[in-house]
């Protein structure tokens, strides 16, 4: 994170200030005007990019020592002329310019390597051994690149470890690094930055032996996906039981060179293999007489249509040839995958970190609901954030599962919720547990990142859940976080991550001897006082169960609804693989379209090879962003981005951090040490690249202002609005060219703003006075979850409910009936208990405030009149809230209640029930009260009743 600010950036912008300069020294020395000021300019930034230019190969250290000899030769025109060449070959090729001679013009060489998809990557040797040597490494390396293969490598070559981390992190163009073992550690230039790597936090290594070990550690921490190989003279490094974690292989130095070659150029071939995608291109070329049941397959009843030209136009070929419902000739079963679907779906695991991944072909809506059915059965408890997203509510509602919803905590100024915070979690556990219901707890649903960006400590929530639940399973619902495994700050919070480094800390013998000093030290503590303690969970029964669901489409170059489930569960096999196989058989079409499963396996090359860089340059952008709007004057009046301190209240950031503003000196070389040590500490983080405008002071609602301007005056689509915010999502496929039109039209809207509030009447500006304040000062509180109406809540001493049994109740039309908002006010007042017979979700985001079953509260009311998004599932504006009448809650209720005092059936229930403590009266709520108080005044139920359903 700290390198966001990052020197990679500001080399970039270095050169292209160069460029400039030499323009301005040639131009000066044409004119015969005074070249004191161009010159030293010209000199300040090549003694600037010469700090680092030696982690590229391309204009590189030797392109800077031109530029000085021209210089210092004052042969002005000749400088302009490399700088301007370098910094266009730069831009256009990255590392890849070092293939060309800087001297000649490009239409002059050979350029067509690159027109013919040949790939350039480059390679990192960390060894000390001079590279003039006869026989170096390098030299050898070198000789046996003789091109004519598809991927060519150029090798940048440095001295120690602490360059070959610095050179892995900001050079997003090497994919594979060569590591000597007995490398020197310290670089003998000192680095440009503070190293804040290697040395840092653990101990400085003595034993030069393990010097290379470090290093590759370090790099397989910060860029998982580079190909890592160690090398070494002695035959001992094979006993060294780290290497195999850490290297792909490793080379005995002597006679290996063209071994390390072919094994270089393989490892860099196998990730940019997609073998479903391969698989299908192979096909869509073969001839093929087709007679299964798709008559769009090849075209044919596109491209022999009369009238269907233009599909086939617009289209194309392609997508046609590549249709097809076969899964044989190369192809395979989404369903039953055993070949290159199965493939794709390896490489993908291992790209995202889990054991296994399952490609999803129905968005991840439908991986939710897959999950959910495989991981529950009814009548277990879930604990889920009521604010997730509503696929998991209708599996809830699907599976007979009991959702037991928890609060996120309230952003009240912006209409937004963040995340739940631990203590919560904690808190509900033990209080499932004093009330006997731990047992049933199978699950614990989060959303991570949420939709503005908060994202949770994943890795202190499952190993404190754990410590009081120890057989829990985890669902992650990491919808818009595929992309964050391509880069170490963000990868650590994910699902998939946490989860490996939660394994290996239980499975850690320094962590039993912290578990039994923890144990000790809790022996006299009350377990109602764990809430505030920090838990450790027993080493022998906690299992390691995680899911996470991913939105591939949404943060990723796969098309819509592509989505994937990775899967780090040490049960897997022996519970889950055969319920979560049914599931996914329930759930997934038998038509699944190929195109959706090939741009998934594409998706996934993209991030082993291309993530890092792209994703880098998400943050790099959002970041420019925040600082714009920050500090420009006109913005500034009528927006504000949101910041670290905004969304997440202090408590939760240990760290202290507030802000991702830049520091007062934009040059400083360290970065943002802190911002690295939030996203290592805090409870919660907040993502850069969700950024919330806060538009409160437009007089404009979030809807109004992403609607009137930013769609229909712009053509700038975003997804989310609050009452006075529009959200803002920076990800791989923004570019600086839509970022700076993004500004430009923030720009004419403050001034069109500035305009209207200048020439606007008294009663005009009374108005917008109004709606400024209706929109920051006297926003409706945000609802918590009101609670389940007692008719459906199985247990009366825990506040699980029965979201199916309300979701099928309400399949009888003549239970329910349909509430006006406003009556729905004065009925609550005058003290009916209105119980939602639907979900009722706003999207976005696509949350529920109501849930089948759920008591309509007066707060829940006025936030729904308050509300001005158009689009609310489940709600009728016409006809109001749909809502169970009251004969049916008090037969159901009635029912409920002989449900409930009826004798078990089973011996083992009769075991079952006697755990359960006796009702606690302090305990019984008013909720229960008033089950009591509307039986008594109720009808009992008659035969004529239907029957109750659930
Ligand atoms: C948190 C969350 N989960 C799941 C989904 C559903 O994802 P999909 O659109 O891929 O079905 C969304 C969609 O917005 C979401 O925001």
Redesign the pocket.
Known sequence: MATMSSPAQRRLDHWHSLETAAQRLADAVEAGADTDQPAADFAGLIDELERYERFWLFPGLATLRRLREYLINWDAVLARQLASRAVHRLSEFGDAGSLFDLEVPLADQHTDQFASGRHFVTVLIADDTPEDVPQSLAAELRRLDVGGQEIGFGLLVVGSAEEAVAAAVLNDEIQACIIRRDLTLRAAVPLPFKNTFIGIGGQPTTDRAVNGIVCGRWIRTLRPHLDLYLLTDESVASRDPRTHELFNRTFYRLNEEAEVHATVLAGVRRRYETPFFDALRRYAAAPIGQFHALPVARGASIFNSRWLQDMGEFYGRHIFQAETSSTSGGLDSLLDPHGTVKQAMTKAASTFGARETFFVT???????KIVVQALTRPGEIVLIDRN??K?RHYGLALAGALPLYLDAYPLEDYAIYGGVPLCTIKQTLLELKAAGRLDQVRMLLL?NC??DGITYYALRVMEEVLAIKPDICFLW?E??YAFATAVPFARQRTAMDAAAALHRRLTSPEYRAEYDAWRADMADVAESEWVQRRLLPDPDAARVRVYA?H?T??SLSALR?G?MIHVWDQDFDRYSREQFNEAYLTHTSTSPNQQLVASLDLARRQVDLEGYRMVRGAYQMALAFRQRVATDPLLGRWFRVLDVDDLVPAGFRPSGVTSYLPLADPDAADGHPEWDRAWVSDEFVLDPTRVTLYIGKTGMSGFEFREQILMDRFGIQINKTSFNSVLLIFTIGVTWTSLQYLLDALRRTAVALARAVDGASQADRALMRIKTKALTATLPPLPDFSGFDPAFRPSEHTPEGDVRAAFYAAYEESDREYVPLTEAVSLTAAGRVLVSATFVVPY???FPVLVPGQVVSPEILTFLTRLDIKEIHGYRPELGLCVFTERFLQRYAAEHVRRQSAPPKSAAQRDEQTLDPPPDPARSDAGFQDLARRLASGVEPSRGDSPPIG
């Open positions: 129905n968005g991840t809506s439908t991986a939710n997730c997203h696929s959303t949420t939709f619902d919808a818009w669901t939105s489409h949404k609804q989505s976005p985001p696509g």
